[in-house]
T-cell receptor
Framework: DQQVKQNSPSLSVQEGRISILNCDYT??????FLWYKKYPAEGPTFLIS?????DKNEDGRFTVFLNKSAKHLSLHIVPSQPGDSAVYFC?????????FGQGTRLTINP | GAGVSQSPSNKVTEKGKDVELRCDPI?????LYWYRQRLGQGLEFLIY????????KSGLPSDRFSAERTGESVSTLTIQRTQQEDSAVYLC???????????????FGQGTRLTVV
């Protein structure tokens, strides 16, 4: 029973273009959503979050969009840079426990 | 230290032996999580501690796995009679609980890479 799904295991984007990573969730009790970035041999690092009372949150090159009716969130990175190449995990929180998706490996090509 | 600290960073053990993994959360963080990441897989929830409440153990894969936490400090994850399928990176995270506002974002340690041979 996967409550948080990232259906694209990998994504390749040209440097300077927009990267869009998608995430779907099933539990309507989730009320806080987060994106994490993970480099090899390191723990995940927090990127950006959004609460269920909002539909958009922006921080520099990173914007997270939340569509509650579709139970869908996305992370936009623009412009994409080579250092953005990593695995991105979305996570959802409700009743305190944090549930992660399977991750999407983003590769930024020069 | 300022971040979440895990030890050891790497552990190689023989099948059937017991192992103990340690996590030092960020000071003041009442919430503590353990996750596991197998090769090529996502982050698998194992257990969640919140203050003095009963932990959420719903992710522990078998009774060979157990975890303890003393108050709001150090946590240890113990795997008894290790199997090769237990090989993974074990990640610990902590966050600040804000009551009805829920938890802040979780901060992760660097993980313990466990290899069972």
């Amino acid at each position: 029973d996967q409550q948080v799904k990232q259906n694209s295991p990998s994504l390749s984007v040209q440097e300077g273009r927009i990267s869009i990573l998608n995430c779907d969730y099933t539990n309507s009790m989730f009320d806080y959503f987060l994106w994490y970035k993970k480099y090899p041999a390191e723990g995940p690092t927090f990127l950006i979050s959004i609460s269920s009372i909002k539909d958009k949150n922006e921080d520099g090159r990173f914007t997270v969009f939340l569509n509650k009716s579709a139970k869908h969130l996305s992370l936009h990175i623009v412009p994409s840079q080579p250092g953005d190449s990593a695995v991105y995990f979305c996570a959802s929180q409700g009743a305190q426990k944090l549930v992660f998706g399977q991750g999407t490996r983003l590769t930024i090509n020069p | 230290g300022a971040g979440v600290s895990q030890s050891p960073s790497n552990k190689v053990t023989e099948k059937g032996k017991d192992v103990e993994l340690r996590c030092d959360p960020i000071s003041g963080h009442t919430a503590l999580y353990w996750y596991r990441q197998r090769l090529g897989q996502g982050l698998e929830f194992l257990i969640y501690f919140q203050g003095n409440s009963a932990p959420d153990k719903s992710g522990l894969p078998s009774d060979r796995f157990s975890a303890e936490r003393t108050g709001e400090s150090v946590s240890t994850l113990t795997i008894q009679r290790t199997q090769q399928e237990d090989s993974a990176v074990y990640l610990c995270a902590s966050s600040l609980y804000r009551g009805r506002l829920g938890n802040t974002e979780a901060f992760f340690g660097q993980g313990t890479r466990l290899t069972v041979v």
